[in-house]
């Protein structure tokens, strides 16, 4: 497997530059979404929730002034990130 | 001692496959990927080092911006390689059994839900649309900066009069594009048969300067995806202030919880 065969099982629209994909692209589904089906899962899902709170703070620390010349969340997204399904 | 082993799940499928087709494939502990079947349903898994991928070390890795990407990839890779040969429904990233048993036996228990799931993801595909609002940004600055002048040098009604045309230049600009983008969204979820808002990016992973007005994804009909790619095109056309890109062909990452049927076709925004 190579780092672009995600992209294109068709090949058709020529919209999408063959480049690796955007990591936090990826981090959008991975980490939020997906089938979650616990029971005998050595790894909670608690525990996958806090992983997303732990990137969260690592963001964070990366943030060189912690301001925003923007709102954080804002327009059409404001109330629409849905929680987790079920 | 013995090495403890975990099975980590990546997929779950329908489609049955021998050994040779899963061949070369490598999954987040370089191991060789396989499927257990059980009840008509495959998952895609792999064996895994505990002392790797045990909670403890995982949550170590996952804390790390650079392993976590690796095994983000990794974890994608499998989960699209299954995606490209028949319906799958990615398993959240993170998830491993105690052994193949276990893997079987949530496969039969949840049979139906999961078939369910695979049926409203068949002949269909996750795309994702962003937009930024590049002129939202600008004004912002443009009026962080008339205020950065004014105040260094003289105070009084004409910067408070600039002050105000600028800041609510900003305004407009924003609310512009939030007006845009719920054009967007309300346009591309007309052509999909399920849409889906992700919270935005950060500013700091994304590298945008512009402000994220919209992370959509869209669950399209495959037999519409040239047109969804052209509203995307035509929407671009349509609204100049924003930046508009497309990302996929995404396996259906956003549309394959497994209790809830797809009828959010109008997403709570």
Redesign the interface.
């Known amino acids: 497997m190579t780092a672009t065969s995600a992209a294109h099982p068709s090949g058709s629209t020529g919209e999408v530059a063959p480049q690796r994909l955007a990591l936090v692209d990826l981090l959008d589904r991975v980490l939020a979404t997906g089938v979650v089906v616990s029971g005998e899962v050595i790894l909670s899902i608690a525990d996958v929730d806090l992983v997303h709170v732990s990137l969260q703070a690592l963001i964070s620390s990366v943030r060189v002034d912690g301001d925003r010349p923007w709102p954080a969340v804002a327009g059409p997204t404001q109330s629409a990130h849905q929680p987790e399904e079920r | 001692m013995a090495e403890e082993l975990?099975v980590w799940?990546y997929a779950?499928t329908t489609f049955r496959s021998e050994p040779k087709d899963v061949a070369?494939?490598?999954g987040v502990d370089h191991e060789p990927v396989r499927t257990v079947e059980m009840a008509g349903l495959v998952a895609v898994v792999g064996t895994v080092h505990?002392d790797e991928f045990?909670?403890e070390p995982?949550?170590r890795k996952?804390?790390d911006?650079d392993s976590?990407?690796a095994i983000?990839?990794a974890?994608?890779?499998?989960v699209?390689?299954a995606a490209?040969r028949a319906p799958a429904?990615?398993?959240?990233?993170?998830?491993?059994?105690?052994d193949d048993a276990?893997v079987a036996?949530?496969l039969a228990?949840?049979h139906d839900d999961?078939l369910l799931?695979l049926k409203q993801i068949a002949g269909r595909t996750e795309w994702?649309v962003?937009a930024y609002a590049a002129n939202?940004?600008n004004a912002?600055?443009a009026a962080?900066q008339a205020e950065a002048d004014a105040s260094s040098t003289r105070p009084g009604t004409a910067y408070l009069l600039r002050r105000r045309t600028q800041l609510s230049a900003g305004e407009n600009a924003?609310h512009e594009?939030?007006e845009s983008?719920?054009d967007v969204?309300e346009t591309l979820s007309g052509l999909a048969v399920a849409a889906?808002?992700?919270?935005?990016?950060?500013?700091?992973?994304?590298g945008e300067a512009g402000?994220m007005?919209?992370?959509g994804?869209y669950l399209v009909e495959?037999a519409a995806?040239?047109r969804f790619?052209a509203k995307?095109?035509a929407l671009r056309d349509r609204h100049t202030a924003l930046r508009l890109e497309?990302?996929?062909?995404?396996p259906a990452?956003?549309f394959?919880?497994?209790?809830?049927a797809i009828e959010?076709k109008e997403?709570?925004?």
Do not use: C
């Open positions: 975990g799940a779950i070369g494939v490598t505990l045990g909670e995982l949550r996952l804390d911006l976590l990407e983000a990839r974890h994608h890779e499998v699209a390689f490209r429904v990615p398993m959240r990233l993170a998830t491993v059994y105690r276990r036996a949530v228990e949840r999961l799931a994702g962003k939202a940004a912002t600055a962080g924003r594009a939030a983008a719920r969204h889906r808002l992700h919270a935005p990016q950060d500013p700091q992973l994304t402000w007005v919209l992370n994804a495959d995806a040239e790619a995307v095109r497309l990302t996929g062909p995404w990452y956003s394959s919880a497994i209790f809830s959010d997403p709570s925004a």
